[in-house]
Structures are given as structure tokens and as C-alpha cells.
T-cell receptor, first 111, second 114 residues
Framework: QQQVKQSPQSLIVQKGGISIINCAYE??????FPWYQQFPGKGPALLIA?????SEKKEGRFTISFNKSAKQFSLHIMDSQPGDSATYFC??????????FGKGTTLSVSS | EAGVAQSPRYKIIEKRQSVAFWCNPI?????LYWYQQILGQGPKLLIQ????????DSQLPKDRFSAERLKGVDSTLKIQPAKLEDSAVYLC????????????FGPGTRLTVT
């Protein structure tokens, strides 16, 4: 089954800094690569997603960079804020439309 | 727009007991998913419904887990008998018709098996 490998497991960034989370996948036949954000006690929520024919997508302070040849995509959070402290999951489509999630990265932004 | 509703939010049971979780998806969403999220890991799909039918249940431990989605709306997930390793958060998600990476998750049910 498709594997999605996410790193780092945890990340501490100072307020105003850049947070970078990486994800590697195996299969190439996907339509989208999403990132989900999860706060404690809540379900994951879609943050941003990218199509494999695009190398970069930016929404506000969040940017996805996609490297098709390396089978990797990463999430960059610019000007990180304490409110960004959460767990972030990359995902790739599995069978049907279900998602296969990475193990998650816990981000802590210190003020 | 109301989100995905789940109940109960928390449940504590002893091993070998049974438990059921309920999910009400977003109105009009044809696809419903149940995921299991063990502490410190990402959600793992248990079962996916498209309207009334099962699309994928390959990772559902069918000897103890069952799920149904009557009338293509609400869904229930049952565990009988529960094991200690079933302690996790059970997340329900829904998405509109067609292939979709945009899934809407409920708050989950935190199950503790003692």
C-alpha cells in the first residue's frame, strides 16, 4: 500500500520564523497532494493542496512546494505565529478517494 | 453550514465490551469515511461509503468491527468485542460527490479501552 513519509516528527520555531515540513510519497498517479492541520481535540482540516502539474502554490502565509521527480512535497509556513501551533499531516490519495496520511508533525511556535 | 457531527465525544469501556459510534455527515455529501487515529499517528482509513455502498473496507478488522450507513446519510461504527489496542480517536469525515481530496472531519470520538 502507498506510504507517505513525513518529517520532522516535531518542530519548534520562533514567532516570525519559517516552518518547513517535508513529505515523500511512492505512487505517482495522484491528482492532488493536500496538507491537513489538526488542533488538539479537533478533527483534521484541509489547509492547502497542490496538483502535481504545479511546482508551487501559495495561500497567504502557507506555501506548498512540489518536486515531482523527487516524489516530494513540502509545506512552508512563513512568519509563523503561535496560533499555527498544531499538528500537520501530509496526505496522498489511497484507494478510491480515501486519503493516506503521514504520521504528522507537531509544530510549536514560541512567542 | 453545519459540520460533521459525531457522538459520543468520549467513551471508556472495558475490554471485551461493545461500543458504537454515530456520525452525521454534512448534508448532501455522498461519501463518508471512518478513520482510526491512534495517539501520535495520522488517521488511518477503516471504511469508506459512497451513498449506501461500501467502496473500501480493506483495513477494517471485520472480526470485531462493523459499520453501516443506512439511507445514505448517518453512519454507525461498532466494535464488538473491544481490545486494548482499539484505544484511539475515531474520526468520521465526509466529502461531496466525486474524487475529492477535500474531506471534512468531525471532532472524533475518543475511545479508551481498559
Amino acid at each position: 500500500q502507498q506510504q507517505v513519509k513525513q518529517s520532522p516528527q516535531s518542530l519548534i520555531v520562533q514567532k516570525g520564523g519559517i516552518s518547513i515540513i517535508n513529505c515523500a510519497y511512492e505512487n505517482t498517479a495522484f491528482d492532488y497532494f493536500p496538507w491537513y492541520q489538526q488542533f488538539p481535540g479537533k478533527g483534521p482540516a484541509l489547509l492547502i493542496a497542490i496538483r502535481p502539474d504545479v511546482s508551487e502554490k501559495k495561500e497567504g502565509r502557507f506555501t506548498i512546494s512540489f518536486n515531482k521527480s523527487a516524489k516530494q512535497f513540502s509545506l512552508h509556513i512563513m512568519d509563523s505565529q503561535p496560533g499555527d501551533s498544531a499538528t500537520y499531516f501530509c496526505a496522498a490519495p489511497g484507494a478510491g478517494t480515501a486519503l493516506i496520511f503521514g504520521k504528522g508533525t507537531t509544530l510549536s511556535v514560541s512567542s | 453550514e453545519a459540520g460533521v457531527a459525531q457522538s459520543p465525544r468520549y467513551k471508556i469501556i472495558e475490554k471485551r465490551q461493545s461500543v458504537a459510534f454515530w456520525c452525521n455527515p454534512i448534508s448532501g455529501h455522498a461519501t463518508l469515511y471512518w478513520y482510526q487515529q491512534i495517539l501520535g499517528q495520522g488517521p488511518k482509513l477503516l471504511i469508506q461509503f459512497q451513498n449506501n455502498g461500501v467502496v473500501d473496507d480493506s483495513q477494517l478488522p471485520k472480526d470485531r468491527f462493523s459499520a453501516e450507513r443506512l439511507k445514505g446519510v448517518d453512519s454507525t461504527l461498532k466494535i464488538q468485542p473491544a481490545k486494548l489496542e482499539d484505544s484511539a480517536v475515531y474520526l468520521c469525515a465526509s466529502s461531496p460527490v466525486g474524487p475529492s481530496y477535500e474531506q471534512y472531519f468531525g471532532p472524533g470520538t475518543r475511545l479508551t479501552v481498559t
